[in-house]
């Protein structure tokens, strides 16, 4: 006997609502205590952060020598796009060639969401070996990085539509634990390095500081920690498995802030307002934002096919993006407020996939694609004219 695949989706519905859930249950009071608590520790988190820029800055301003290179606190900014996280690999890759004023720096702050928090430990630490060992990893996508759950992938009971095996192996073996005690050294100097996740439970962003985690992980925390926090933060809802750390629930970071760069500190906590007030005669050395943006601002127009399926995903890839290129303007509009009201020095550069790029194949992690990203990415990171100092339209 034949059965539909509309019967199988309906049994597979009925089975999910009839399921009990695996995870204990938590009264409404006990939620909203711990989101209380969830909100404050993001606070004293960016607060913490905020200082620890602010004593770099105070370090870099009065190392500054008369006549010499301007002190700059440079903060890097690492967008989520999925497998076009090649292009931002390739982008580090070809920025390491130049030279002069557009040089790659030693970034003062380097941040990341989804696709953005895979790359950004590596940019962190950001010499040419730790470049070199992310666009390897995006440049050769392995068959097993995702996995289907079989004929019913679809089925409610299931974590996600496909498994990462060869993702979460390939992270392990690249993210070792070398690169946690080199990124954990560097919290002394002042550096900070962050990456975005959403907690579905709460129903906010999760921001972590990878340093002060890569250091408890080192100490004899929980082994694998800092892994999971990146693929939490790459963890496409319902497409691949979210992570389960502590007592939530955490998925793509880039359902509530695709690019992490300090909107929602307060202004009396943030680095410009803090160094005034502690260093009133110094001035504050000049801020730079450099953004890179795995994606479009605007997508190629296509004729989507009147499915489910390709409607949802087209629909949702243009909600992030939108999303990203709005975050993108307030972050212009906030640096020129920095400059006129705290007389500041604030630059801000954006790179972005071209938007009359067309990927040669359709599909995620497609080879060819991805090397063509890369490829992109390099020839672009190259060439200091590919930064944009204006907000996208």
């Not at 059965?3 to 309906?10: G, K, P, R």
């Not at 720096?105 to 941040?111: I, K, N, S, Y």
């Not at 954990?184 to 959403?198: D, K």
């Amino acid at each position: 006997m034949k059965i539909s695949l509309l019967t199988v989706a309906a049994v597979a519905l009925a089975a999910g609502c009839a399921s009990e859930p695996d995870r204990a249950p938590r009264t409404m009071e006990d939620l909203m205590a711990a989101r209380q608590a969830d909100d404050l520790a993001r606070a004293n988190s960016a607060r913490h952060l905020s200082e620890q820029l602010m004593q770099r800055a105070e370090r870099k301003a009065k190392a500054a020598k008369p006549g010499g290179p301007r002190p700059t606190i440079d903060m890097l900014v690492i967008s989520g796009g999925g497998d076009w996280g090649a292009f931002g690999a390739g982008v580090l890759k070809g920025w390491g060639r130049v030279k002069g004023e557009f040089a790659r720096p030693q970034f003062d702050a380097v941040t990341g969401v989804s696709t953005g928090a895979m790359i950004a430990p590596f940019a962190f630490l950001g010499d040419d070996e730790a470049i070199e060992r992310i666009v390897r990893l995006y440049r050769n996508p392995k068959p097993d990085w995702t996995k289907s759950r079989g004929l019913v992938f679809f089925w409610p009971s299931n974590q996600s539509f496909f498994a990462l095996p060869g993702l979460e192996r390939e992270m392990r073996e690249s993210l070792d634990r070398a690169m946690l005690e080199r990124i954990a050294a560097e919290g002394a100097s002042g550096r900070v390095l962050a990456v975005n996740t959403t907690n579905i439970d709460l129903g906010d962003s999760r921001p972590w500081d990878l340093i002060a985690e890569a250091r408890a992980e080192l100490a004899g925390g929980e082994p694998g920690r800092v892994q999971r926090i990146l693929l939490a933060s790459a963890g496409i809802p319902a497409i691949f498995p979210a992570r389960e750390i502590g007592t939530f629930l955490y998925v793509d970071g880039a359902i509530t802030g695709n690019i992490l760069y300090g909107a929602r500190i307060d202004d009396e906590d943030s680095l410009p307002v803090l160094f005034r007030k502690r260093n009133p005669n110094t001035p504050l050395p000049r801020l730079r934002y450099w953004v890179i943006f795995n994606n479009q601002f605007r997508f190629p127009p296509q004729v989507t096919p009147e499915k489910w399926p390709d409607i949802m995903s087209r629909a949702t890839i243009m909600a992030t993006q939108t999303g990203t290129v709005a975050a993108m303007r307030h972050l212009f509009a906030r640096a020129e407020l920095i400059h006129l009201k705290q007389k500041v020095d604030v630059e801000v550069r954006v790179m972005a996939v071209p938007d009359s790029f067309v990927p040669s194949a359709p599909g995620t992690f497609q080879k060819e694609v991805m090397n063509a990203l890369a490829d992109l990415g390099e020839k672009m990171g190259a060439d200091p004219a590919s930064w944009r100092d204006t907000p996208p339209e």
